[in-house]
């Protein structure tokens, strides 16, 4: 049993391509390499490149198991939400 909120997963949301998707949140809000401008999350505030781990894993995966013993239909795990990593090559 999970003592604490819920707060690195959010849907599943429908989606044309993958179903129904699970956001997994791995990044604290706006944490990410590009500040578009068209971003549905408003301005970026922590524009950066570094890789590490924002939240420790562990609790991640205990997010996700938690919400995956609900009865809810999940097709697709999607790595995405508060922000982007992306690599700078
Ligand atoms: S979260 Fe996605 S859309 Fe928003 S600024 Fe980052 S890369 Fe752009």
Redesign the pocket.
């Known amino acids: 049993m999970q003592d604490r909120k819920i707060k690195h997963v959010f849907g599943p949301v429908p989606s044309r391509r993958l179903g129904y998707s699970l956001g997994i949140d791995v990044v604290p809000f706006k944490v990410?390499s590009?500040?578009?401008i068209y971003?549905q999350?408003g301005n970026?505030t922590n524009k950066t490149i570094l890789i590490k781990e924002y939240f420790p894993i562990d609790e991640i995966i205990s997010d996700v198991k938690s919400k995956l013993q609900e009865s809810i239909r999940i097709d697709y795990l999607t790595l995405s939400g508060s922000?982007?990593r992306k690599r700078q090559i």
Do not use: Q
Request: glycine content about 12%.
């Open positions: 990410c590009f500040d578009c971003c999350l970026t922000g982007e």
